[in-house]
């Protein structure tokens, strides 16, 4: 609880600070006029082409992070960016001397923006943003064309700036009330998320939304020129920093950002469980097998042996890097299943086996609120479900469980009977592989049995050293020649 009393702190402070600097500044003789049209051309114009440039970059890596979150970041601020470029440059009194598009714009700026930012608070499973999943790869392109397209025709036509009702007397607190709902929306729910998983991303994002949310009030409510209505531009410039700063630490921090691309570019499965190893993830995976000492690499390996049966299988690349990130977080429902009962040496009773059972659902609840993609997600909630509809927690059956779920059981099932448990000590390779031969169109896809089968057989080298390697395993038993 004193952490979660440490982050609500902080952020009151980075919130009323510089509303209070604001309040000080425009009620004091320090705000002075400070008309330089030259200034602001300049300042907004550079920091804004350097801030799109940043995010459209982030937009064009989203897709290979596999996070819808990053892709809405990314159209958010590369909105911000886009539409501040067009308040630079409109500027009265210097490329263009029409009085009433420099503000709306930056109205504008701030509400596409905040329209984005709610997008990231939704869950990865609301059917709005399912659609937008399935279009990840098009969204960067397609809403920057459509912004060059409107910021065109609004430079060829300024007049048209009226109709968009966004500076008037009534319309500016509409908008602006919507742009305050959104951001405390944005806030509340990527603070919840953040208790929960202390993703940095989501501890970025409660800021950065903080800081434009602090910034509209400026806008509106400032006389123009002025020292205190200065203030919102860098607050806005501050949000942008920050929510990059929350995306390298997450997803890029392998050391270099430019190292961290290239990972992110590499055809091998194995480069690709590394390039999914982010902190935050790592300390997911840790505080789960933290729980159960049994387990100590379990995830690493179940996401390993998934991949290897992938390929076998002739899975997509796409469908492939599903099966490394949600076989690394397969179990962090874990975390809420008291250690009593986890780590339980005696047969369960069927309540303390419910518990258990619910942690699909525990970790999907969690992982669909940090952005994770749907086949990601299915990994999470069906890696227990079985062929012949027997299993948990939603019994399908078949070809209803989505095949990367059907990957990651036959991968998750042979590593826990290779590896020691609470209540039994490690199986032989050729113990594991009777079980699973056995479950073969009862607990297992069939097909997905015959190439675990095939795989076996051809990369003995693979199993046997990764058997040799991994902890709390029966190192004398091992892959028979």
């Not at 190439?451 to 199993?463: D, S, Y």
Request: hydrophobic share 50%; aromatic share 10%; net charge positive.
């Amino acid at each position: 609880m004193g952490k979660h009393k440490r982050v609500f702190i902080t952020l009151g402070v980075l919130m009323i600070l510089p509303l209070l600097c604001y309040l000080f500044i425009a009620m004091t003789p320090l705000d002075k006029r400070i008309h330089t049209p030259q200034g602001h051309f300049y300042i907004v114009s550079v920091v804004s082409l350097l801030a799109l440039a940043v995010a459209a970059a982030i937009g064009v890596v989203a897709p290979r992070i596999r996070n819808i979150k990053v892709s809405f970041l990314s159209l958010s601020y590369v909105s911000l960016a886009a539409m501040f470029i067009l308040h630079g440059i409109s500027t009265p009194g210097l490329l263009m001397h029409h009085t009433g598009i420099s503000g709306s714009v930056a109205q504008l700026s701030v509400l596409l923006s905040a329209l984005w930012l709610w997008l990231c608070s939704i869950s990865a499973d609301h059917k709005v943003v399912r659609w937008l999943s399935i279009k990840q790869m098009w969204l960067l392109p397609v809403w920057s064309t459509l912004l060059l397209a409107f910021g065109t025709y609004l430079w060829l036509n300024p007049d048209f700036v009226y109709h968009l009702h966004l500076k008037g007397g009534v319309s500016k607190w509409i908008t602006t009330a919507a742009i305050l709902l959104m951001n405390a929306w944005t806030i509340y729910r990527n603070l919840q998320t953040y208790l929960v998983s202390k993703f940095p991303l989501q501890l970025a994002i409660v800021y950065s939304t903080g800081w434009m949310f602090i910034a509209q009030i400026i806008m509106v409510t400032g006389e123009a020129w002025m020292a205190s209505w200065w203030l919102y531009h860098f607050l806005l410039l501050a949000s942008v920093i920050i929510m990059v700063s929350g995306i390298i630490r997450e997803h890029l921090s392998t050391g270099s950002i430019t190292a961290s691309i290239k990972l992110l570019f590499r055809a091998n499965p194995e480069d690709w469980i590394n390039t999914y190893i982010s902190p935050s993830v790592r300390e997911l995976v840790m505080a789960t097998e933290a729980k159960d000492s049994y387990t100590a690499g379990h995830n690493y390996r179940v996401a390993l042996y998934a991949l290897k049966l992938g390929e076998e299988l002739g899975l997509s690349s796409a469908q492939l890097r599903a099966i490394a990130q949600g076989g690394l977080v397969h179990d962090i429902g874990k975390l809420y299943i008291p250690d009593g009962i986890l780590n339980k040496p005696e047969k369960l009773t069927d309540e303390e086996r419910t518990i258990i059972e619910s942690h699909p659902v525990s970790g999907y609840d969690v992982c669909k609120r940090l952005g994770f993609m749907l086949e990601e997600l299915a990994v999470i909630r069906w890696h227990h479900e079985k062929w012949n509809g027997s299993g948990y927690p939603d019994q399908l059956s078949g070809e209803e469980i989505p095949l990367v779920a059907r990957i990651t059981a036959v991968a998750d099932v042979y590593d826990a009977l290779t590896s020691s448990r609470s209540y039994r000590k490690a199986m032989t390779h050729d113990e594991a592989m009777v079980i699973l031969l056995k479950e073969s169109g009862r607990h297992f896809d069939p097909r997905c049995i015959h190439a675990w089968e095939r795989l076996v057989a051809v990369q003995k080298e693979f199993f046997q050293e990764t058997l040799q390697n991994s902890p709390h395993l029966k190192l004398e038993d091992k892959v028979a020649n």
